[in-house]
């Protein structure tokens, strides 16, 4: 029932900026997210953490995209966001938006989106 659906990807030039969205949906009473965030994965490559926040507000960033990137959350809308700038060719791949969730205060479960593209062109 939980579901989390990615969107504002697309091609970009190197030194270009891109939002990319996701909002969850298909859980209430019962469930709190501990955590949000966003992993990627590129061709070849294992998937790694690029940002996060959690519960609380506090955010977590890859080296490779400390101060490029931001983490953010509306509440709300269930929905966190990755603006990202100044992108480089090496930022290029599938991007996942990643949330863990307590149930009824006990069980913890992940649930991933299904991944958006994101090129970077030199």
């Known amino acids: 029932q939980v579901q989390l659906v990615e969107s504002g990807g697309g091609l970009v030039q190197a030194g270009g900026s891109l939002r990319l969205s996701c909002a969850a949906s298909g859980f209430g009473f019962g469930f709190s997210i501990n955590v949000m965030g966003w992993y990627r994965q590129a061709p070849g490559k294992q998937r790694e953490l690029v940002a996060s926040i959690t519960r609380g507000g506090s955010t977590n960033y890859a080296d490779s995209v400390q101060g490029r990137f931001t983490i953010s959350r509306d509440n709300a809308k269930k929905t966190v966001y990755l603006q990202m700038n100044s992108l480089k060719p090496e930022d290029t791949a599938v991007y996942y938006c990643?949330?863990?969730?307590?149930?009824?205060?006990?069980?913890?479960?992940?649930?991933w989106g299904q991944g958006i593209q994101v090129t970077v062109s030199s």
């Open positions: 990643h949330s863990q969730l307590t149930a009824w205060g006990r069980d913890e479960r992940d649930y």
